[in-house]
T-cell receptor, first 111, second 117 residues
Framework: QTVVTQEPSLSVSPGGTVTLTCGLS?????????PIWFQQTPGQAPRTLIY???TRSSGVPDRFSGSIVGNKAALTITGAQADDDSHYYC???????????FGGGTKLTVL | QVQLQESGPGLVKPSETLSLTCTVS?????????WEWIRQPPGKGLEWIGS???????SYNSSLKSRVTISLDTSKNHFSLKLTSVTAADTAVYYC??????????WSQGTLVSVSP
């Protein structure tokens, strides 16, 4: 069974830079997985930030960027702001008929 | 602007069938797209349930496949989720969403479905 891994929690200082990662329990993340990143605040629906590795969704500020680093997908927040304090989920597309598998999420604290 | 809105019972009894409908406005469900169902148990992460394409092709999470059916109703511009033989583990906020070109861009607000006697 495919498991997508994320750091359970991370912290960053206001104005700082932080990188969240998204990996596979077995194997490497590649472009063919079309990594996607969501932000979710309590009581709200997820908001898509990044798709297909590094494409920002409409209206997403450019302090959010995506990449593949080593064998994982990565979401980097540059110049973190207080309202970036949220849960972040990644998803990987595992192919036709299987489609998306999501990670368990990272709770990012800005303090 | 594309908008999605779920409808259906907020309470389902164990062993019964959970049924939800997602009505889409601002976009035809017959146009190129994937229509997704995603859920989130209270306090937990997201789980992809399955999807139906604009042409009616379906894909399901392997862990739910034996209990899930997703279908399109183009006449009403909505798509539906049926999950049979529910248990307390199926209690979650259920979201519907639109996928296109690897982006899940539009999400519904989510609806809590509780499984309880």
């Amino acid at each position: 069974q495919t498991v997508v891994t994320q750091e359970p929690s991370l912290s960053v200082s206001p104005g700082g830079t932080v990188t969240l990662t998204c990996g596979l329990s077995s194997g490497s993340v590649s472009a063919s997985h079309h990594p996607i990143w969501f932000q979710q605040t309590p009581g709200q629906a997820p908001r898509t930030l990044i798709y297909s590795i590094n494409t920002r969704s409409s209206g997403v500020p450019d302090r959010f960027s995506g990449s593949i680093v080593g064998n994982k997908a990565a979401l980097t927040i540059t110049g973190a702001q207080a309202d970036d304090d949220s849960h972040y989920y990644c998803g990987l597309h595992m192919g036709s008929g299987i489609d998306w598998v999501f990670g368990g999420g990272t709770k990012l604290t800005v303090l | 602007q594309v908008q999605l809105q779920e409808s259906g019972p907020g309470l389902v009894k164990p062993s019964e069938t959970l049924s939800l409908t997602c009505t889409v406005s601002g976009y035809s469900i017959s146009s190129e797209s994937y229509w997704e169902w995603i859920r989130q148990p209270p306090g937990k992460g997201l789980e992809w349930i399955g999807s139906v394409s604009h042409s009616g092709s379906t894909s399901y999470n392997s862990s739910l496949k034996s209990r899930v059916t997703i279908s399109l109703d183009t006449s009403k511009n909505h798509f539906s989720l049926k999950l049979t033989s529910v248990t307390a583990a199926d209690t979650a906020v259920y979201y519907c969403a639109r996928g296109l070109n690897w982006e899940i861009e539009y999400w519904s607000q989510g609806t809590l479905v509780s499984v309880s006697p």
